[in-house]
C-alpha cells in the first residue's frame, strides 16, 4: 500500500538551535498554543552548524511546491546564537519563495529591530511574548483579514490560560534531547546586563499543572530536565514542591538516573531548602549560580543586588553538605571592573572550591539596561552578534583579548576536570605579579599580589605566545604542553609533574600517550569502561553551553 501523503503543513515553526541536544521550548509553547490550527502546524529545528542552503532545501520540501490559493506561514525564533544564520537561510528562501509569509519572534528581534537586516527581510515581527500574538496572527495571514502592523507588540498572557507544551515533546526528544521545563517566567531584579531585568517581575505557573505534566514525562522515560527559571530559588514554596516531587521519583528513575538543572540566585538558601537539597545523591542535582562580581562598586553600577558573605557561606555549604555540582559564573568586561578587581573576584571564588568556574565575557545584548552606561564606562562593544565588549575605560583591548584566550583555556585545562592534580601544581606558581601590560586603568602596572587567576593568566599568556592557537588542541597535546610548562618553563620537579599529568591523564579514560608520559607509561594500561565512557558522554551533554545567555 501507498503512503497516504503529508499534506504540507500551513504553518511551520522553525529555529536553529546551538547544539542538537537542545529541544527549543520556545517552539514548542508556540505549538501547544496554536489552537485551531495546531493540525496544520509543523516544527523543524535545525542546529547553527547547518549550511543554510541545506536549511533551505529542507524547508522548502516540508512546505511543498508554491500553490495558487494555498498560503503559508514561516515562523522563526531568533535568538543571539542565530541570529546570522537564520539571516542567510532568509535571504535565500525569500527569494526562492516570496510567497511565504515569515514571522519573526524572539528575543533578538525584540529589541531595537528598527535597523536589523533580519527583521526588513520578514513580513512581520512579533516582539516580547508569542504564545498568544503568533496564532492570532497566524489565523489572520491564512485567513484574513490581512493584518496592517509589521512589528506587533507581543500580548501577555496570564500563564493560566497557556496550554503546557511538554506534550510537544517527542519520544525521541526524551530519549536523547535535554528537556526544557519552565515553573515560573521573569526575573525581579535589575541587573543591567540581563534581558530579564526589563520584566520587574516573575510570574509562576501553576505548580499542579505543572508537576502533572512533569509526571507524564517522567512516566514517559524523561530523566533529564532542565529548567529556565531565571531564579529557581526566588519562591521556597514552589522550589521545595518541585524538589519534592524528584525526590518521590528518585527511585523510579532507574539506572540512567536523574539530572535536573537550575538557575539559582547565590544569596538565598533557606534552610527548608537545604534539608531537601542534602537528600539528593550524587549526578542529580546542577545549579547554575550567577556571581558575576563580588565587586560592590561595579555591583552598584550594573543595579545587581547581591549579598557578597552570604553567597560565600550558600556555596560553602552546598559544597559541604550537598552533591550538587557546581557551576558558577563570572562576568569579564562589567562596567568599572578592571583586570585586578576581576582577579580578585575570581580568587575569591575560586577559594570557595566549586567544580566550575565560567568565565563569560560581558555582551551588550539588544535591549538591556547596560547601554546606558557605555559613554561612563567608556564600554566598546562589538557591533555583530553577539556583542561582545571589546574595551572599557579600565581595560584595554589586549587584556580583553587575553581573557577571551584564558576563559578557553579554563574551560579546556580546569571545566573540563581533566587535570585536577596537575591544576593544582599549575595554580599553586606564585612568583609573579599579575601582568598588566596593555592596561590603561588608573591602576595599570601596579603590584598585584599572586593569585590563581594570576597563574592562569601567565600560563595562557606562554601557551598562546608557543602555539598561537586555543582550538584544535588534543588532551594530549594539552598534557604536553603542561609539562612543557611546569617544568620546562616554571622548574617544577618533572617526577611530580609527571605523576600528576599521568594521574590525571588515566583518570580521563583518554589512551594514546603523550610524548611526555612515554617513559612512565604503564604497561598494563586497562581500557576505559564503558561505564566509564558513558559517564564521560553524559557529563559532555549537561555541561552549560557557552552560547547560554541565561544568567540568575
Ligand atoms: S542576571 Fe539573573 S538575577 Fe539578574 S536580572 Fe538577570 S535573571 Fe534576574
Avoid at 212 to 227: D, H, M, N, P, T
Avoid at 316 to 343: M, N
Avoid at 362 to 386: H, N, Q, S
Avoid at 494 to 499: F, L
Amino acid at each position: 500500500m501507498l503512503p497516504i501523503p503529508v499534506p504540507p503543513p500551513s504553518v511551520l515553526l522553525c529555529t536553529l538551535n546551538a547544539r542538537y541536544i537542545h529541544a527549543a521550548l520556545g517552539l514548542r509553547c508556540l505549538l501547544a498554543n496554536m489552537g485551531g490550527l495546531r493540525a496544520a502546524t509543523a516544527l523543524r529545528e535545525f542546529t547553527v552548524n547547518r549550511a543554510p542552503d541545506l536549511i533551505v532545501q529542507d524547508l522548502l520540501q516540508l512546505l511543498g511546491p508554491q500553490l495558487a490559493g494555498r498560503r503559508q506561514v514561516l515562523g522563526f525564533g531568533v535568538y543571539i546564537w542565530n541570529v546570522t544564520q537564520t539571516c542567510a537561510v532568509l535571504r535565500l528562501l525569500c527569494r526562492q519563495r516570496p510567497d511565504i509569509r515569515v514571522v519573526l519572534g524572539g528575543p533578538e528581534v525584540s529589541y531595537e529591530w528598527e535597523q536589523q537586516e533580519i527583521v526588513a527581510l520578514a513580513d512581520h515581527v512579533i516582539t516580547g511574548w508569542g504564545d498568544v500574538s503568533f496564532p492570532k496572527l497566524c489565523q489572520a495571514l491564512l485567513h484574513g483579514p490581512q493584518p496592517l502592523m509589521k512589528v506587533i507588540s507581543g500580548e501577555q498572557p496570564a500563564l493560566d490560560a497557556l496550554v503546557l507544551p511538554y506534550r510537544e515533546y517527542s519520544d525521541t526528544d526524551l530519549a536523547h534531547r535535554v528537556l526544557y521545563v519552565e515553573a515560573s517566567r521573569g526575573c525581579p531584579f535589575k541587573c543591567a546586563f540581563c534581558l530579564s531585568s526589563l520584566d520587574k517581575t516573575a510570574w509562576a505557573f501553576d505548580l499542579d499543572r505543572l508537576l502533572a505534566e512533569l509526571g507524564i514525562l517522567f512516566a514517559r522515560g524523561a530523566r533529564s530536565f532542565k529548567f529556565v527559571d531565571r531564579t529557581f530559588n526566588l519562591k521556597i514554596d514552589a522550589s521545595v514542591r518541585i524538589l519534592q516531587f524528584f525526590l518521590d521519583h528518585l527511585a523510579e528513575a532507574g539506572p540512567d538516573g536523574l539530572f535536573l538543572h537550575f538557575e539559582v540566585i547565590p544569596d538565598h538558601l533557606p534552610e527548608r531548602l537545604q534539608q531537601l537539597i542534602a537528600q539528593f545523591p550524587p549526578g542529580v542535582l546542577q545549579f547554575e549560580v550567577g556571581i558575576q562580581s563580588f565587586n560592590p562598586a561595579v555591583q552598584l553600577a550594573i543595579s545587581r543586588r547581591q549579598d557578597n558573605a552570604r553567597t560565600e557561606a550558600n556555596l560553602r555549604w552546598l559544597l559541604r553538605h550537598s552533591h550538587a555540582h557546581l557551576h558558577t559564573d563570572l562576568i569579564f568586561g562589567l562596567p568599572g571592573e578592571d583586570l585586578h578587581s576581576f582577579a580578585r573576584g575570581f580568587d575569591r571564588l575560586h577559594a570557595l572550591g566549586p567544580h566550575e568556574i565560567q568565565l563569560g565575557l560581558l555582551k551588550r545584548l539588544r535591549g538591556t539596561p547596560i547601554a546606558r552606561l557605555t559613554e561612563a564606562f567608556g564600554m566598546v562593544y562589538d557591533e555583530a552578534p553577539p556583542y561582545a565588549m571589546r574595551q572599557s575605560a579600565v581595560l584595554a583591548a589586549e587584556q580583553v583579548q587575553a581573557f577571551v584566550r584564558m576563559a578557553r583555556y579554563w574551560d579546556l585545562v580546569a571545566n573540563s576536570g581533566r587535570f585536577r592534580r596537575s591544576l593544582v601544581l599549575l595554580l599553586g606558581i606564585r612568583d609573579e605579579p599579575l601582568d598588566t601590560a596593555g592596561a590603561s586603568g588608573s591602576d595599570a602596572g601596579t603590584a598585584h599580589q599572586a593569585s590563581p587567576f594570576a597563574a592562569f593568566w601567565r600560563f595562557s599568556a606562554w601557551l598562546w605566545a608557543r602555539d598561537g592557537q586555543t582550538a584544535g588542541i588534543t588532551p594530549e597535546t594539552l598534557v604536553d604542553r603542561l609539562f612543557d610548562y611546569l617544568h620546562g618553563h616554571c622548574g617544577l620537579d618533572a617526577d611530580v609533574c609527571r605523576a600528576a599529568l599521568l594521574a590525571d591523564y588515566r583518570h580521563s579514560g583518554a589512551r594514546a600517550r603523550p610524548e611526555c608520559l612515554r617513559l612512565v607509561w604503564p604497561q598494563d594500561m586497562p581500557a576505559p569502561t564503558a561505564a566509564k565512557r558513558a559517564l564521560a558522554a553524559r557529563q559532555l551533554m549537561h555541561r552549560v553551553p557557552a552560547l547560554d545567555t541565561g544568567d540568575a
